[in-house]
């Protein structure tokens, strides 16, 4: 049953169409606020899903509740705009049933990390093999800008008129915590790093978790700009890069070292540190992975953005087909009328 089943999915995702973006983009009329960061995810999906070779009828869309869960009417694929916080487990069930299917769950950090919480981290220590697109705005902007469980300490909205006194989800920190096998980030104002990581998490077999800072600009502008614009971009970020130091810095001047567990800042250009003394990313190291997410919040460390970690790992719905093969060669197939009628039964006259 198994190899049968990979024949038809190995056949059916071989695409001999040749596809553009256009191709992906629906009829709809896109009905975000001018400027937000949405249209950019869009953008880089729509750019990204050609050079899948996935046949376009096997993509599918899953969303809850939220600026972001409009994503489905805009791909011209096949889709589903489901109910707040429920979106992996409905695109957990469609992956278990088919799973030829190229999957993709568009959340945000409300609708993801709030009432959908629950359902994200069972989805990521499952491992099934989805893409997980999570629209991090730092708000609730569909509803008018209450603060989210991403918004800084401190918040003023209209949810927490005196400052927020929670302490933030760290959304990297709580994928990999969870279990995850593929935890990036990426920046809605660098499309060609997005485009990356998007491509490299439609090819991972697991469950992909893709954090992308998202800028809402008329509930919570700005809230990004430190990491995404060019003044301060270079010395506010660190791109991780497998096999390679993590040196920042306008003129590449600074480095992550380890000392002992903890990263610090060093110069290069004092001549007390080379990159020889950097912490080297691998992203197939899961302790590393840790460490570089706890930067996220450190006032005096850059932000990491990449791939955190890229594991294998056995897959939700492989191990489901083994099992059900394993029962139908031990006990048959069974007949479901059989099944009905068995046991305690009885017949109301």
């Known amino acids: 049953m198994s190899t049968l089943i990979d024949e038809v999915v190995n056949h059916a995702q071989v695409s001999t169409i040749k596809y553009t973006s256009k191709d992906f983009s629906s009829d709809q009329d896109v009905r975000w606020c001018p400027g937000c960061g949405d249209y950019s995810v869009l953008a880089q999906v729509q750019r990204v899903m050609p050079d899948l070779n996935i046949p376009k009828e096997n993509f599918a869309f899953i969303s809850g509740i939220g600026c972001s869960s409009r994503f489905p009417y805009y791909m011209n694929t096949y889709g589903f705009h489901s109910i707040h916080g429920r979106a992996t487990a409905i695109a957990t069930g469609l992956k278990i049933a088919r799973p030829e299917l190229s999957v993709w769950v568009a959340t945000g950090d409300g609708d993801g990390l709030s009432i959908g919480g ?52 760290n959304p990297a920190s709580l994928a990999l915590g969870a279990g995850g096998t593929f935890v990036a980030r990426s920046l809605d104002r660098d499309p060609k790093q997005m485009q990356t990581i998007i491509k490299r998490a439609a090819e991972h077999k697991g469950t992909s978790f893709v954090e992308v800072y998202q800028n809402c600009n008329v509930f919570n502008d700005g809230a990004f700009f430190q ?123």
Do not use: C
Request: charged share 25%; net charge negative; glycine share 8%.
């Open 227 to 349: 990491f995404t614009e060019k003044e301060t971009k270079s010395d506010s970020v660190v791109f991780l890069e497998h096999g390679k130091p993590l040196v920042f810095g306008k003129d590449n001047d600074k480095g992550i070292k380890l000392d002992g567990f903890s990263p610090v800042v060093v110069s290069l250009k004092d001549g007390s540190h080379s990159t020889n003394d950097l912490l080297v990313h691998n992203e197939k190291d899961s302790t590393l992975a840790f460490i570089l997410a706890n930067m996220t919040y450190h006032p005096e460390l850059p932000r990491p953005v990449g791939i955190f970690l890229a594991i294998d790992r056995p897959r939700y719905e492989d191990e489901i087909e083994k099992q059900i093969d394993s029962a139908i060669s031990k006990r048959g197939r069974g007949q479901l009328e059989k099944l009905l009628n068995s046991g305690d039964t009885w017949v109301i006259q």
């Open 118 to 169: 629950n359902h994200m981290i069972h989805v990521l220590r499952r491992n099934v093999d989805i893409n997980i697109l999570l629209f991090n705005n730092q708000i609730y902007g569909l509803t008018k800008g209450q603060y989210s469980p991403t918004s800084e300490m401190g918040k003023i909205t209209k949810s927490t008129p005196f400052g927020s006194v929670d302490m933030p989800f």
